[in-house]
C-alpha cells in the first residue's frame, strides 16, 4: 500500500474556499490537507522608507475577521485552519520536521519582492526536504498565462492597449468548484491560536458611524455583500452613474478589501456579472465592473513587468522629479490640515475609517505629489500603513500613476482641487427633493473651471 500524502496548503492573500486552485488541487493529490496561515512578523514592522507600522489598525481587523471565518468554514467541512505566528518558511519547515512525511506545499505566487522572496525560501527548504512545491496564479480575473503576449515584457504600458487586446483575445477561466468536505488534517496538529491585537502589538479600532465601510473581513461576507449589491439591491445595474460618489456604503462595489485578501475570487464576480445580465439587465454599468476589475489585473500585471521598479523613485519611465521630504507638509496632508477642504475630508476618513472613495484617493494623490510636490512614496507608504484595501499593485500603480511617473499617458495631468471638491463633495445643505442622497453622482458644472490643469512645465 502507498504511503498516505500530506499536502500543506499555505494561503496568504488567496482566504477562500471558492474557486481557490490550491484546495482544488491538494483535494485531488492528497490523502491529507494542512490549510496554514501565518503572521508573519515582517507585517508588524515598518514600512520600507518612512517606517510607516506597515499593517494598520483596520487591515488588521479584516485579515483577523477573514482567518475567523475561514477557520470555521474549514470546521463545517471537516478541517480547520492551522494558525501560527511566525515566517512561513520557518513554520512550513518545522512542521515538515515535525511530521516527517510532507508531500508537497503549495501556495499561490505573488508579484511584489517580499512577497516573492518567502517563495523562494520555501522552495530552497521544500528542495533540502526533497518535498514538492506546487505552486498557481490565482488572483487576477485573467489568467497570468492566457494574457495574448509573448512574454510580459510585452504588456502594453497604456490600460487601454492592455483592455483592448485582452478583452479581444483572452477569456476569463470558469470558477473552479468549491469543496463540499475538504480533506483531513493528519492526527496530532495544534490548531494554534488566532492571535489578538495586542498580540501583534496593535490597539483596536475604534467604529466611526459615518464609515462608508462598514463591514467585516471573510468570505462570507464578501459573498454576502455580492448578493446584496447585485441581486438584493441592483445596485450593479447603476454603478456606472454613481462610482464617482463618497457617500454611503452602495455608491461602488467595496469589493475591494476582500479582493486584497483573497476572500472573493475575480473570476466569481465575473461570472456573477455575466449571470445577471443573463438573468436581470445587462448595461454599461455591469460591464464597468469589469472594466474596473480590469485595471486591477492590469497593475498586477504591470507589477510582474517592472519588478522593483515600480517602487522607485522616478518610476517606470524613470523620470527625475526633485521631490520634497517637507515633513511639515505632509504632516499637514497626512492629518487632513492642508487647508483644502477637499483633501483634509478626505485624509481625515481615511484615518478614522481605512477606506477612501477612488474620487478621493486620486485628489489627494494629486495633491500631494502636484500641488505640494512632496516625494509620492511618502504618500504610498501612508496609504499602505491605512488601507483596508491595501493590495501592493493596486497601490504603487495607481500612485505612480498620479505622481506622472507610471503609466499615465497624458503629459503632467493635475487635478483641480476646487472644481473636483464642488462637483463631488458639495453638499453643505440638505440633498434637493428627489435627489438620491448616498450615492449621488454629480454633474459637471461648466462654469466651475476644468478637471485637470495640463502643463508641459514642471509645476514645482
Ligand atoms: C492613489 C491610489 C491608491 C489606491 N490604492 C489601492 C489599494 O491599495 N488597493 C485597491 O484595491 N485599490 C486601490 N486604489 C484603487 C481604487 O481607489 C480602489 O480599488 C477603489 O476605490 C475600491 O473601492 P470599490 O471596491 O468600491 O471599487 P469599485 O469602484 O467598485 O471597483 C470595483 C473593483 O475594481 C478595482 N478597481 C477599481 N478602480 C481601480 C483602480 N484605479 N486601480 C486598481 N483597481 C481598481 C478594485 O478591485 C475594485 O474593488 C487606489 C487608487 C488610488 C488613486
Keep these: 500500500m502507498s504511503a498516505s500524502r500530506t499536502v500543506i496548503c499555505l494561503l496568504r492573500n488567496d482566504l477562500r474556499l471558492h474557486d481557490n486552485e490550491v484546495f482544488h488541487w491538494a483535494q485531488r493529490n492528497a490523502d491529507h490537507i494542512i ?4 503572521f508573519d512578523p515582517r507585517h508588524y514592522q515598518g514600512t520600507y522608507h518612512f517606517n510607516f507600522p506597515k499593517t494598520g489598525p483596520f487591515r488588521l481587523r479584516f ?24 515566517k512561513p518558511e520557518d513554520v512550513v519547515s518545522d512542521l515538515i520536521q515535525q511530521l516527517g512525511s510532507v508531500t508537497a506545499v503549495a501556495f499561490h505566487e505573488e508579484v511584489a519582492s517580499e512577497e516573492r522572496n518567502v517563495e523562494k525560501k520555501l522552495k530552497a527548504i521544500c528542495c533540502q526536504n526533497k518535498v514538492k512545491v506546487q505552486t498557481f496564479w490565482g488572483s487576477t480575473l485573467y489568467h497570468r498565462d492566457d494574457l495574448p503576449f509573448t512574454h510580459i515584457g510585452g504588456l502594453p504600458d497604456v490600460y487601454t492597449q492592455f483592455r483592448k487586446v485582452v478583452e479581444g483575445q483572452s477569456r476569463v477561466r470558469p470558477v473552479l468548484s468549491t469543496p463540499a468536505q475538504v480533506k483531513s488534517l493528519p492526527v496530532g496538529l495544534e490548531e494554534g491560536t488566532i492571535p489578538t491585537f495586542e498580540g501583534l502589538g496593535q490597539t483596536e479600532p475604534v ?13 462570507t461576507e464578501a459573498l454576502a455583500r455580492l448578493k446584496h449589491y447585485f441581486w438584493d439591491t441592483n445596485a ?9 460618489g463618497m457617500i454611503g456604503v452602495d455608491y461602488s462595489t467595496k469589493f475591494s478589501p476582500w479582493l486584497a485578501l483573497g476572500c472573493i475570487s475575480p473570476r466569481y464576480i465575473y461570472e456573477q456579472i455575466k449571470k445577471y445580465e443573463a438573468e436581470r439587465t445587462a448595461n454599461q454599468s455591469t460591464y464597468w465592473v469589469i472594466f474596473e476589475l480590469l485595471w486591477r489585473d492590469y497593475f498586477k500585471f504591470v507589477g510582474l513587468k517592472y519588478g ?5 523613485m522616478n518610476g517606470l519611465q524613470d523620470k527625475h522629479v526633485s521631490w520634497k521630504t517637507d515633513m511639515t507638509l505632509f504632516n499637514a496632508w497626512k492629518e487632513g490640515r492642508t487647508g483644502v477642504p477637499f483633501v483634509d475630508a478626505n485624509m481625515r476618513e481615511l484615518a478614522l475609517t481605512g477606506f477612501m472613495s477612488n474620487r478621493g484617493r486620486q485628489n489627494v494623490a494629486s495633491f ?3 500641488d505640494l510636490g512632496l516625494d509620492w512614496r511618502q504618500g504610498a507608504e501612508w496609504f499602505e500603513y491605512l488601507l483596508v484595501d491595501h493590495d501592493v499593485c493596486s497601490n504603487y500603480g495607481n500612485w505612480l500613476y498620479s505622481a506622472g511617473i507610471g503609466n499615465d499617458p497624458r503629459e503632467n495631468r493635475k ?20 435627489r438620491k442622497g448616498s450615492s449621488y453622482t454629480p454633474r459637471q458644472h461648466k462654469d466651475r473651471g476644468i478637471d485637470f490643469y495640463f502643463s508641459n512645465k514642471k509645476s514645482f
Excluded: W
Excluded at 487635478?415 to 428627489?434: H, V
Design 308 to 312: 522593483n521598479r515600480i517602487f522607485h
Design 207 to 219: 467604529e466611526d458611524c459615518r464609515s462608508v465601510f462598514p463591514c467585516r473581513g471573510g468570505e
Design 368 to 370: 500631494l505629489t502636484k
Design 63 to 86: 485579515l483577523l475577521d477573514s482567518v475567523k471565518d475561514l477557520r470555521a468554514t474549514l470546521r463545517k467541512r471537516g478541517s480547520t485552519l492551522l494558525v501560527r505566528q511566525g
Design 415 to 434: 487635478f483641480n482641487m476646487i472644481k473636483q471638491g464642488l462637483d463631488y463633495d458639495n453638499n453643505s445643505g440638505p440633498p434637493a427633493k428627489g
Design 236 to 244: 450593479v445595474a447603476a454603478y456606472k452613474e454613481t462610482r464617482n
Design 35 to 38: 490549510p496554514l496561515y501565518c
